[in-house]
């Protein structure tokens, strides 16, 4: 047994880890540093501040259903709840903590079993035609115009309505979330020592708390048919959601529902624009969307890692020992590429045969209980714009959004069309 020690050339690979995790401005081009490490350690590797990320398809599988390997331990820690003082920022970090994300067993069972309701695939496929009805107006908005920017115009405003229309307040509410979720996602919770660089997202979980504190309190007084009144009335056997669950579980789908969502699209055409014989592929055969966006999720999903983890007691994969109070990174982004499970990994290709074992909305208990919804309304997004904007092309190269989760601030198209 060893514990994969860091000399010579792993210590260079440590280190290139160490600035995966401490600098979102190293993060585009990982993953020559993921195959080589994945390789030296087996699955897994620690980097140069002491983490150990899981970056084999196997081995993530192993640890994120690995009862030994906690979430909830971390997550008390990693927003600074337990130095806080101010009572306001203390409730809302408290119902921020109760995120079905964050719970391990046997919580996260009984938060789920009551969530279920509302992301049953028949519920979901019930919004199908209404996200279909949007994606085409926003689609009209842009199809006459020679030159825009792809993220504000089309990525982000599909799941903002979408979303809005869950939860059944005004639309520019939107406008709102969009910071409080960039804001709350920015802040890197890779590393494991935080400082005065939580105070923004601790202000937009606050915002967040205060936003959805007054919705669930409005609609107890008048429950309707949205998400919140669904999660209001969600009972099993007599034991029913507490407010700060609902406000947990809220603020969790919005971010997600929105954030991640916007992100995928925008990931998806980043690499359609890039290869125009993907594009036009696809443009000729939009009913292959549906594949192509499990292979958007693969190559280069939303979520390039799960949050992490520490580990309660020793754990062995392939010979090497993670010791007991280690914290733990698993990357989906590697594992998604790891060439035991996918034949020629960095190559997107839409005719892959196993491109659902994908692990980009994790595995085990907190698989994301809104993929169904994300995968849905990607679909439905380009579909229409394969079909209608079969002539984009980029304006430069675009720029990257640095936060938590992996995506675009700006990305500028034109269409050759109407040159």
Request: charged fraction near 25%; glycine fraction near 6%; hydrophobic fraction near 40%.
């Amino acid at each position: 047994m060893d514990t994969c020690p860091v000399t010579g050339k792993n210590q260079a690979l440590a280190q290139s880890l160490e600035r995966y995790i401490a600098d979102p401005a190293a993060r585009d081009h990982p993953h020559e540093a993921f195959a080589a490490a994945r390789a030296a350690g087996g699955g897994v590797f620690q980097a140069a501040d002491g983490t150990w990320m899981v970056l084999g398809h196997d081995a993530l599988q192993k640890f994120l259903r690995d009862p030994r390997v906690s979430r909830w331990q971390t997550a008390v820690t990693e927003l600074g709840l337990e130095k806080t003082s101010d009572p306001e920022l203390h409730e809302a970090l408290n119902a921020n903590l109760k995120m079905a994300n964050n719970y391990d067993e046997p919580d996260h069972t009984r938060l789920r079993r009551l969530m279920r309701q509302a992301f049953l695939p028949g519920a979901i496929e019930a919004w199908r035609p209404r996200t279909e009805q949007v994606a085409r107006e926003l689609v009209d908005r842009v199809q006459n115009k020679r030159e825009f920017e792809f993220v504000s115009t089309l990525a982000y405003p599909l799941p903002e309505v979408v979303m809005c229309e869950l939860l059944g307040v005004p639309q520019e509410d939107h406008a709102l979330w969009s910071q409080w979720s960039h804001d709350a996602v920015a802040n890197n919770r890779a590393t494991a020592v935080q400082d005065e660089s939580l105070a923004p997202a601790q202000q937009a979980i606050l915002n967040f708390h205060r936003y959805m504190k007054d919705l669930v309190r409005k609609r107890r007084r008048n429950l309707g048919n949205d998400l919140a009144s669904t999660l209001i009335r969600a009972e099993d056997d007599g034991d029913k959601l507490t407010e700060d669950e609902v406000i947990g579980q809220l603020v969790s789908l919005v971010q997600a529902g929105h954030e991640t969502t916007a992100n995928l699209i925008t990931n998806g055409m980043y690499l359609l624009l890039n290869d125009r014989a993907l594009y036009k592929d696809l443009s000729a055969n939009p009913d292959r969307t549906t594949l192509a966006v499990e292979e958007f999720l693969r190559i280069d999903g939303p979520a390039p890692w799960t949050l992490p983890r520490i580990t309660l007691a020793d754990i062995e994969y392939n010979g090497t020992i993670i010791p007991a109070g280690s914290r733990v990174m698993p990357v989906l982004q590697a594992a998604n590429r790891d060439p035991a499970v996918f034949e020629d990994p960095d190559r997107v290709n839409f005719d892959r045969p196993n491109c659902f074992q994908h692990v980009s909305f994790g595995v085990g208990i907190h698989i994301c209980i809104g993929r169904q919804l994300a995968q849905m309304e990607t679909d439905v997004m380009f579909r229409e714009i394969v079909t209608r904007l079969p002539d984009l092309e980029l304006i430069g190269e675009g720029v990257r959004a640095r936060s938590y989760t992996r995506g675009w601030k700006t990305l500028n198209v034109r269409r050759t069309s109407l040159g």
